[in-house]
């Protein structure tokens, strides 16, 4: 199976910064990459796919890069409502979740 | 507007077995392949198995293979998750989600499953 490591777990910031999560594959993935957004008590929302398409409807602040093993999702401006844990999911072959970034306020 | 409704969750002693529907409504089901994905209490998300539009394209997680079986019902537009021999590291939230290509527009808000004696 192909593993999907996060960095940071957990990231504190303020309104207005500029965030940046890495997801790592343990092998190249090409661009099968996307990016999650969940809150507590609710359902995953896709934010971006194919490692830097946006989801329909996601604000433009949200942005993804990478291909081949490293990724990034940028967050260009923190908003109130972007306090959440996200994930990445990687569908090159069996599907894997990473472990989750934890974005808290500070 | 895309909904999926699961239900058939509960508290189940190990061993035993447990049946999750989903019901899809506001798109052509049959269009699209289908996933569970579980989420333990308090950990991360988990992918359990997907379906292909036409059911031949099945696949499994090593940890529910064997176990659990999934299946759908298109003229139901309905999804479906057999888990059998449950264990208490099953217990979790299960989600269904409609696959867009190789990822997850649309998710339900999920059913919960206890496995406890």
């Known amino acids: 199976d192909i593993q999907m490591t996060q960095s940071p777990s957990s990231l504190s910031a303020s309104v207005g910064d500029r965030v940046t999560i890495t997801c790592r594959a343990s092998q190249s993935i090409s661009s099968y990459l996307n990016w999650y957004q969940q809150k507590p008590g609710k359902a995953p929302k896709l934010l971006i796919y194919a490692a830097s398409s946006l989801q329909s409807g996601v604000p433009s602040r949200f942005s993804g890069s990478g291909s081949g093993t490293d990724f990034t999702l940028t967050i260009s401006s923190l908003q109130p409502e972007d306090f959440a844990t996200y994930y990445c999911?990687?569908?090159?072959?069996?599907?894997?979740f990473g472990q989750g970034t934890r974005l808290e306020i500070k | 507007e895309v909904q999926l409704v699961e239900s058939g969750g509960g508290l189940v002693q190990p061993g035993r077995s447990l049946r999750l529907s989903c019901a899809a409504s506001g798109f052509t089901f049959d269009d699209y392949a289908m996933h569970w994905v579980r989420q333990a209490p308090g950990k991360g998300l988990e992918w359990v198995s997907g379906?292909?539009?036409?059911?031949?394209?099945?696949g499994y997680a090593d940890s529910v293979k064997g176990r659990f079986t999934i299946s759908r019902d298109n003229a139901k537009n309905s999804l479906y998750l057999q888990m059998n021999s449950l264990r208490a590291e099953d217990t979790a939230l299960y989600y269904c989600a409609k696959a867009g290509s190789s990822w997850y527009t649309d998710w339900g808000q999920g059913t919960l499953v206890t496995v406890s004696s």
């Open positions: 999911q990687q569908s090159y072959s069996q599907i894997t």
């Open positions: 379906i292909s539009w036409n059911s031949g394209s099945i």
